[in-house]
């Protein structure tokens, strides 16, 4: 189908955080643009309040009527609904164009000068760092991000640049219909292994990933990642890190709630960057965002304003309390990786003060596979809660339960098991100096009425 035939755009899974982005992208074209979420959201009534047409119920009958003419309506789904659900076997039959998010995104990789971040992890606060970057710029670009950024309130930004940037995801191997012009890559640390089997295969998949970058264009690479890159002829490779590499950070203060740093660049080093959402982990993050922006021609003026006003992202490292009495937080992170950086940066940041973590774990095949390394990352702290697990797409496997880290969280940290159910009236029934709220899943949805509850005490 030609992009000009499309009339209107129907999402088999438009609620998430990724889909709702290209469902944002259409509306802004004033195409029709309806379809299915499992459950209703504050994104999902974002959507609506934008022109999307949403319903909740798996039924063929709630498919507006614009939707059913296979020669004008596109058909996005995500991996995350299963082959058989109705909605999305109703248009195979009937022989629409279907296509997976990463296609679509694909296609606009071909379009645009595409400004993808892959990784493990790290990849949405990279992304949206140097769309924030990018769009302050005298570059600007469009995006499409895996959060929603606090600078813009969306997860989408839209513009006549010739420059997207993307948030390329490893999941299912979407990211192999991009065709960056450039890409960071974050890390790849083994992840999703109920799609990919074994580590090899994990690696693997980055490496085909970059043999998809466009000549002329470049790889922005962590060092020392356990994989082998293969690069198309004329592709420039370089490499970040804390304090290595063709771009890392010289001279980094962390005082008093401000980080400062040197950003080393073998274009024109900037000095005196400085972060607006100060983590830690933010510099290395920063490093990446910037090597990018400065390959395609960001001033160092512009990097500096970028970095200082960069407001961060929903549910990473979110601060939703931060007084002298009292500090709370939500963070997405989900693998044992992600666990330990974001354990070990508020650590670095409340050197001296008590810090509970409450833990949602996501999927029962992560956490049979990495339960001793979540155990050991969260280990770096006082106390850990731990609630169910977090299924998602999955069913439950016989014998992993949340349990299994319990078990091996190490002598002297304060550990408790919870239902979530539970959760509102544990926080009710204690006092924290420091609590962040960790996962993927569902427990972010509590976060209002736990902020709710601490204020008032």
């Given at each position: ?90 248009f ?95 890390s790849t ?79 024109e ?10 983590v ?8 990446a ?16 304003y ?13 601060f ?96 408790t ?41």
């Amino acid at each position: 189908m030609e992009a000009k035939d499309i009339q209107a755009v129907y999402f088999v899974g438009g609620g998430g955080i990724g889909m709702s982005a290209i469902a944002r992208y259409f509306i802004r074209r004033g195409l029709v643009v309806a379809g299915y979420d499992k459950t209703p959201s504050e994104l999902t009534r974002q959507l609506e309040r934008e022109g999307m047409l949403l319903h909740y119920d798996e039924n063929v009958d709630e498919i507006p009527f614009v939707c059913r003419q296979p020669a004008s309506c596109l058909v996005v789904y995500t991996p995350a609904v299963p082959a058989e659900h109705k909605e999305l076997v109703f248009f195979r039959e009937k022989g629409f164009e279907i296509q997976k998010r990463a296609q679509v995104l694909g296609t606009l990789t071909r379009e645009h000068r595409g400004l993808c971040v892959a990784g493990t992890h790290g990849k949405t606060t990279t992304s949206t760092m140097c769309a924030h970057i990018m769009h302050q710029s005298h570059l600007d670009c469009n995006a499409f991000l895996g959060g929603i950024s606090k600078n813009y309130g969306t997860n989408y930004i839209l513009s006549d640049s010739d420059y997207v940037v993307i948030e390329a995801d490893e999941f299912d191997r979407s990211f192999h219909w991009l065709r960056p012009w450039m890409t960071v890559i974050t890390s790849t640390d083994p992840d999703h292994l109920d799609i990919y089997g074994t580590k090899e295969a994990y690696l693997e998949s980055f490496r085909h990933y970059t043999t998809l970058i466009q000549p002329g264009g470049a790889l922005i690479i962590h060092r020392d990642l356990e994989m082998q890159e293969q690069l198309p002829e004329g592709v420039r490779r370089y490499d970040y890190a804390l304090d290595e590499g063709d771009f890392h950070a010289e001279n980094i203060c962390i005082d008093n709630g401000t980080i400062t740093f040197d950003f080393v660049s073998p274009i024109e080093t900037v000095r005196g960057i400085e972060l607006g959402q100060p983590v830690p982990i933010n510099i290395e993050n920063g490093i990446a965002a910037m090597a990018m922006a400065q390959l395609n021609g960001c001033t160092a003026e512009e990097l500096r304003y970028g970095m200082k006003t960069y407001g961060g992202v929903d549910r990473r490292f979110d601060f939703k309390i931060k007084t002298d009495r009292l500090v709370l937080l939500s963070d997405y992170a989900h693998h044992p990786k992600e666990i330990y950086q974001s354990a070990r940066s508020i650590r670095q940041l409340y050197k001296n003060r008590r810090i509970t973590a409450i833990f949602q774990p996501h999927l029962y095949t992560r956490t049979r596979d990495f339960y001793r390394e979540f155990a050991d990352a969260l280990s770096q702290l006082d106390e850990v809660v731990l609630t169910e697990i977090y299924p998602a797409r999955e069913q439950p496997i016989e014998g992993v339960t949340s349990q299994l880290i319990y078990d091996n969280l190490k002598p002297g940290v304060a550990k408790t098991m919870i239902q979530k159910a539970d959760v509102l009236n544990f926080v009710r029934s204690r006092s924290f100096d420091v609590l962040i709220v960790l996962g993927a899943g569902d427990l972010d949805n509590e976060m209002p009425q736990i902020t709710k509850i601490l204020q008032e005490k």
